[in-house]
Structures are given as C-alpha cells and as structure tokens.
C-alpha cells in the first residue's frame, strides 16, 4: 500500500477516496496476520477447524479472547496500539530511567519555501499551480506534504544522533500526532548517557547540564542572523 500510496501518478496519490482505501486495505493485512499469528500461540488451542474456533469465538472462551486483545496492537490509535507502545516506553524507563528531554518538533508548514516550492514542482499538472495558496498546495497533496514532514524530521534526529549536540543518546522514544489543520508533530523523548537525574545528582550537577544544553537567549542579529530571525518570528 505504501508503494501505492506514494506513486508518481500525481492523480492517484492525490485522490481521497483511494487513499482512504489504501489504508484500509493496510489495517485489514495487518489484523489477518494478527489474527492467525495470535491464534497460532493460544496455549492448548492445538489445530481446529473453522467451526470450532467460530464456537470458540461465539462463546467468549476466556483464554481465546485474552489472546485476540492484541490483533489490534499494530493498527495505529486503537487501544491495543497504545497498550503495546505504553509497555515499550515502560521498558525503556525501567532499563535506561527517566529521559533526559522531552522535545516537541511542529512544523511551520505555511512558511516553508522548500516544502512549496517541492509541492508545486511535484504537481505541474495541476491548472493554476502557481496561484494555489500553500494550504490548498497541502490539502490537494497531503501524501508527499506528510513525507516531506517526515524525512525532514528524521534527517533532525540522524543530526542529534550522530552530531551529539545533546550529547550522546542512549535511547529515544516518539509519538506522532497530527494537528487540527492536519499536519503532523512529533513529541520525542531522549535518553542520554550520563545525564544527571533529579532526585539523584546535586543540584549543582543538574543546573550545570542545564546550563551547557539549554539556551533561551535572542541570538545576535549581525552574527546569527538566520537564527535571530527564526527564534524571533516563531518563539518571541
């Protein structure tokens, strides 16, 4: 689906309805394979044919139904989903402690020239594409605005990853979520080796780290303009 979904025949991945199709058709996949994975592991289910197991479904059997809980953890925002991603954030607490930073990454999708300059480009078919206003540019190809999004967010994280400016990061942890008007954030946890814990660490070792990763000055207009610019139209 994803293959499709990302097609370069501009109608099809600009159409709706099929979108909407395409991911139905990815969700009903992964509860197949979920299902017979699931029943695959009941303990003392054994082989049985289709009625049986329709009985089984039919009268509730507790060890079933205990185990067919989770076809549903693969599918994104069900319970199920969130139960699996609350146990893997646990076991990432309970094997590296508390995270260091909780970052929020939200994209000022409207003001960016390389995100409407891309979707103009990727959509010359398109009649008067010169005079679309960038949110008609989004709305009309969420596909390849959601890609872009993405792939500029993790060319971030390779960058924190790789370059440390945070220092070096054991673990992290990232939930999507997607805004009223449609475009997606991402809250980022980051664990980082030998960062200092509140409650364990002095004060004076927890105000020091503070001060070595953690800016909320205006940056200098003749020596960072890019920078003083960007804090000062989107943080001030």
Same mark, same amino acid.
């Given at each position: 689906? @994803? +293959?499709?979904?990302?097609?370069?025949?501009?109608?099809?991945?600009? !159409?709706?309805?099929?979108?909407? !199709?395409?991911?139905?058709?990815? @969700?009903?996949?992964?509860?197949?394979? *979920? /299902?017979?994975?699931?029943?695959?592991?009941?303990?003392?289910?054994?082989?049985?044919?289709?009625? +049986?197991?329709?009985?089984?479904?039919?009268?509730?059997?507790?060890?079933?139904?205990?185990?067919?809980?989770?076809?549903?953890?693969?599918?994104?925002?069900?319970?199920?989903?969130?139960?699996?991603?609350?146990?893997?954030?646990?076991?990432? /607490?309970?094997?590296?402690?508390?995270? +260091?930073?909780?970052? +929020? %990454? *939200?994209?000022?999708?409207?003001?960016?020239?390389?995100?409407? @300059?891309?979707?103009?480009?990727?959509?010359?078919?398109?009649?008067? /594409?010169?005079?679309?206003?960038?949110?008609?540019?989004?709305?009309?190809?969420?596909?390849?605005?959601?890609? %872009?999004?993405?792939?500029?967010?993790?060319?971030?994280?390779?960058? /924190?990853?790789? &370059?440390?400016?945070?220092?070096?990061?054991?673990?992290?942890?990232?939930?999507?979520?997607?805004?009223?008007?449609?475009?997606? !954030?991402?809250?980022?946890?980051?664990?980082?080796?030998?960062?200092?814990?509140?409650?364990?660490?002095?004060?004076?070792?927890? &105000?020091?780290?503070?001060?070595?990763?953690? *800016?909320?000055?205006?940056?200098?207009?003749? @020596?960072?303009?890019?920078?003083?610019?960007?804090?000062?139209?989107?943080?001030?």
């Amino acid at each position: 689906e @994803e +293959t499709r979904m990302l097609s370069s025949n501009a109608a099809s991945r600009r !159409h709706i309805q099929y979108l909407f !199709h395409l991911a139905g058709e990815s @969700e009903r996949r992964k509860i197949t394979r *979920s /299902i017979f994975s699931t029943i695959k592991f009941v303990q003392g289910l054994g082989s049985v044919d289709t009625n +049986t197991l329709l009985n089984m479904i039919k009268k509730k059997d507790p060890m079933l139904l205990k185990r067919m809980t989770r076809v549903l953890k693969d599918v994104p925002n069900t319970a199920s989903y969130w139960n699996s991603q609350h146990a893997k954030l646990k076991a990432q /607490i309970g094997k590296y402690g508390p995270p +260091t930073f909780f970052l +929020t %990454f *939200s994209p000022a999708e409207y003001d960016w020239p390389e995100l409407i @300059e891309y979707l103009r480009e990727a959509n010359q078919d398109l009649p008067n /594409i010169s005079e679309l206003s960038p949110s008609d540019l989004m709305a009309k190809d969420p596909v390849l605005t959601s890609t %872009f999004v993405h792939q500029r967010f993790d060319a971030l994280l390779d960058f /924190i990853l790789n &370059a440390k400016p945070l220092g070096e990061v054991t673990s992290y942890f990232i939930r999507h979520e997607y805004q009223n008007r449609g475009t997606v !954030h991402f809250h980022t946890l980051l664990w980082i080796k030998d960062a200092p814990i509140m409650g364990k660490s002095s004060d004076e070792e927890i &105000a020091s780290f503070i001060q070595n990763h953690v *800016s909320c000055r205006l940056p200098d207009q003749l @020596e960072e303009p890019i920078l003083y610019e960007n804090v000062t139209k989107y943080q001030v």
